[in-house]
């Protein structure tokens, strides 16, 4: 069974940093795109940044210039690097991948359980 587990949540103060890492755990054949999202209270679910296989990145423009998503294909891994938090970025962070999982031609969607960020002012 594939799933997606995160970490790397918790409180920080605003102007301070987290990384959150996902990795992808069963039998898979290729972790494709991958990416965060982010729901705060009463919000809608949000992306942050997603990332290619090979390396391609988009970010939402709230976060441009204070983090970076990065990949490690060989461990199937995606890391979130958040800099500079503010309040507003307070919320749960989800990881999200597309998964090859028996064949190259078919992938699917699998979402994290969430990472709770907490930024205080």
């Known amino acids: 069974q594939v799933q997606l587990v995160e970490s790397g949540g918790g409180l920080v103060q605003a102007g301070g940093s987290l990384e959150l890492s996902c990795v992808v755990s069963?039998?898979?054949?290729?972790?494709?795109?991958m990416g965060w999202y982010r729901q705060a209270p009463g919000k809608q679910r949000e992306l942050v940044a997603t990332?290619?296989?090979?390396?391609?990145?988009e970010y939402a423009d709230s976060v441009k210039g204070r983090c970076t998503i990065s990949r490690d294909n060989a461990k199937r891994t995606a890391f979130l690097q958040m800099n500079s938090l503010k309040p507003e970025d307070t919320a749960v962070y989800y990881c999200?991948?597309?998964?090859?999982?028996?064949?190259?031609?078919?992938?699917?969607?699998?979402w994290g359980q969430g990472a709770q960020v907490t930024v205080s002012s």
């Open positions: 069963g039998s898979i054949v290729r972790a494709n795109a």
């Open positions: 990332i290619t296989r090979g390396g391609s990145t």
């Open positions: 999200n991948a597309r998964v090859a999982r028996s064949s190259l031609l078919l992938e699917y969607n699998y």
